[in-house]
């Protein structure tokens, strides 16, 4: 059995930061790509950012040069360093992760989210 949990969020001014962590535990053999989302109030779930197992990463335009997403493979964790946060940042973050069950079974699980706010 796999579990995610996240942690970081909160409520942050304009312009301030923000560090989400979402860790994995249970039985598994490894993590592939880890991903985070987010979901504003009325509005569907958007992708962030990816990293690979690799390390490579990707962001959505809306976050580059602001989001750092990285991991450490060590604790089974992905963090998503947040700043020069804006209040169209305030939404609901996910974590989504790659997980490898056995040889040849792979499992995407989803984190509980974390809810960011951002006053202006």
């Known amino acids: 059995q796999v579990q995610l949990v996240e942690s970081g969020g909160g409520l942050v001014q304009a312009g301030g930061s923000l560090r989400l962590s979402c860790a994995a535990s249970g039985s598994f053999l490894s993590i592939g790509a880890m991903d985070w989302h987010r979901q504003a109030p009325g509005k569907p779930r958007e992708w962030v950012a990816s990293i690979t197992s690799g390390g490579s990463t990707i962001y959505a335009d809306s976050v580059k040069g602001r989001f750092t997403i990285s991991r450490d493979n060590a604790k089974n964790t992905v963090y998503l360093q947040m700043n020069s946060l804006k209040s169209e940042d305030t939404a609901v973050y996910y974590c989504?992760?790659?997980?490898?069950?056995?040889?040849?079974?792979?499992?995407?699980?989803w984190g509980q989210g974390t809810q960011v706010t951002v006053s202006s």
């Open positions: 989504k992760l790659l997980i490898q069950l056995s040889t040849i079974n792979y499992h995407y699980y």
